[in-house]
């Protein structure tokens, strides 16, 4: 971070954001009418994506092109309906569904969206919607042009058994989210060309690296704060900026603090955008009583002290619906869930695999590493930590034991090291030591807090 500007120096006017991001959008439209097989366009967190899906949807539309749009499941499948359906209802669409697909409310917001099995039956629909799943299912038929969501959480096999229903491709992704999620071993695989593992736009890119290549340089999501933090930990070669600068948005509290840690830490959080609860060094099982039990305790203490968000769009009360909470395994939130009990009950908790793609005020982050002995991979996974740490529009609490930094320094990679395997960045452990060195200036001991009933303040 930089330090205030010397006496006589004239600090360096800021970018418009919002200028950049459109001549970026710009680009990427005039590029689907340049003849190419593909186009690619890497979006970091809350940088538009969604957006710019819909208004490329909206543009091959207009210029009677049929269009496939694929997404990575039924719930992006029904947020992308809803938002071009809103945006344009005057484009013909359709969605693509299994026999056991239940019509969501959203979907059945917009009655002029059909809804059928077999694609014979949306024929005359301009723009058809269906999961990768779904498409692949599909032994015939084909379309000018895709639009493929999420390319980066794709795997490079889904692509190949898709790839014959579309002449051209517009792929729109995030590369610092999570990789491709598989539940059997892929090691077999690892360094082939054909690798199944490897996302779509890798593979993509690696057989045909002459296509545009396009990045939006704005996040509308992360504050002024927080931007920088995860630009440098996951976005290190393709940094990006706040669509807002400091100041313009704020969190404030109906109700002061009492003094405790807890309280202290949402202090932090409300006036930094940042803080880390830190519990005492231990070694502990996965669900750690005590970190489950601050995880939770903090989510419900920040409603209790009824939060009110600023922003760019207005001033509103944070209910529970915007905050989350965020751990590495399904136990965990499982274990949180239950801590919350009643105090806490429409409050979102998830893993960080179901958490992409979403937005909210203010998270709660339980650290993949809090209480661990080891550093394996999974919990080294640059992506995991990106999608915990870039859910927010105003703050974000992060629980861990402290010790991390020596538990990475004490494990240093012991991946194999494939021949023809891109080397990934950024590094997992690179990108924690990035995140943990700014938390250490947010850091709140733990000691001090003094739970209420049931472990609640």
């Known amino acids: 971070m930089t330090g205030p500007a010397r006496t006589g120096t004239v600090p360096a006017a800021r970018t418009d954001p919002s200028a950049a991001a459109t001549r970026v959008v710009e680009d990427v439209l005039a590029d689907l009418g340049g003849g190419h097989r593909g186009v690619v366009v890497d979006s970091p967190p809350g940088a538009g994506k969604s957006t710019l899906v819909v208004r490329a949807a909206a543009h091959l539309a207009e210029a009677d092109e049929r269009l496939m749009i694929v997404a990575q499941t039924n719930e992006q499948v029904d947020d992308l309906i809803e938002r071009i359906a809103g945006k344009h209802p005057q484009v013909p669409m359709g969605r693509l569904?299994?026999?056991?697909?239940?019509?969501?409310?959203?979907?059945?917001?917009?009655?002029?969206?059909?809804?059928?099995?077999?694609?014979d039956d949306l024929a005359d629909r301009a723009v058809v919607i269906a999961t990768a799943a779904k498409w692949a299912t599909l032994s015939d038929g084909s379309w000018p042009w895709a639009i493929v969501d999420e390319a980066y959480q794709m795997r490079s096999d889904m692509l190949l058994r898709i790839a014959g229903r579309f002449e051209r491709a517009l792929f729109v992704g995030d590369p610092g989210q999570l990789?491709?999620?598989?539940?059997?071993?892929?090691?077999?695989?690892?360094?082939?060309?054909?690798?199944?593992?490897?996302?779509?736009?890798?593979?993509?890119?690696?057989?045909?690296?002459?296509?545009?290549?396009?990045?939006l340089p704005v996040s509308w999501r992360l504050p002024a704060s927080a931007a920088p933090v995860v630009s440098r930990a996951f976005y290190p070669f393709t940094g990006f900026t706040s669509?807002?600068?400091?100041?313009?948005?704020?969190?404030?509290?109906?109700?002061?603090?009492?003094?405790?840690?807890?309280?202290?830490?949402?202090?932090?959080?409300?006036?930094?955008?940042?803080?880390l609860y830190?519990?005492?060094?231990?070694?502990?099982?996965?669900?750690?009583?005590?970190?489950?039990?601050?995880?939770?305790?903090?989510?419900?203490r920040l409603l209790q002290r009824g939060p009110v968000a600023h922003s760019e769009h207005g001033s509103a009360p944070v209910g529970a619906d915007r905050i989350a909470i965020g751990a590495a395994h399904r136990d965990q939130v499982t274990a949180i869930r239950a801590a919350l009990g009643a105090h806490g009950a429409d409050i979102t908790v998830d893993t960080a695999n179901r958490l992409q793609g979403r937005e909210y005020d203010v998270t709660v982050v339980l650290h993949p590493l809090s209480g661990r002995r080891d550093a394996t991979a999974f919990h080294l996974e640059s992506g995991r930590l990106c999608v915990l740490a870039s859910r927010h529009r105003h703050a974000c609490v992060v629980v861990a034991r402290?010790?991390?930094?020596?538990?990475?320094?004490?494990?240093?990679?012991?991946?194999?090291?494939?021949?023809?395997?891109?080397?990934?960045?950024?590094?997992?452990?690179?990108?924690?030591?990035?995140?943990?060195?700014?938390?250490?200036?947010?850091?709140?001991?733990?000691?001090?807090s003094t739970p209420g009933p049931g472990g609640i303040l």
């Open 97 to 119: 569904s299994a026999s056991t697909y239940v019509l969501s409310d959203r979907v059945a917001a917009h009655p002029a969206v059909k809804v059928a099995t077999k694609a």
């Open 179 to 215: 990789d491709p999620f598989s539940t059997v071993e892929v090691e077999r695989w690892a360094g082939l060309t054909w690798d199944p593992m490897r996302s779509a736009v890798s593979v993509l890119l690696a057989h045909n690296p002459d296509l545009p290549l396009h990045r």
């Open 243 to 275: 669509g807002t600068g400091p100041g313009d948005r704020r969190l404030e509290y109906g109700a002061r603090g009492m003094g405790t840690a807890y309280d202290r830490a949402l202090d932090e959080a409300a006036e930094s955008g940042w803080a």
């Open 278 to 300: 830190e519990l005492p060094a231990r070694h502990t099982i996965r669900t750690d009583g005590e970190a489950v039990q601050a995880t939770a305790a903090l989510a419900v």
């Open 402 to 448: 402290a010790g991390i930094p020596e538990l990475l320094d004490a494990h240093p990679s012991t991946e194999p090291v494939h021949l023809g395997v891109p080397v990934k960045f950024p590094d997992g452990w690179e990108a924690n030591q990035s995140v943990l060195a700014h938390l250490a200036r947010h850091r709140v001991p733990a000691h001090g």
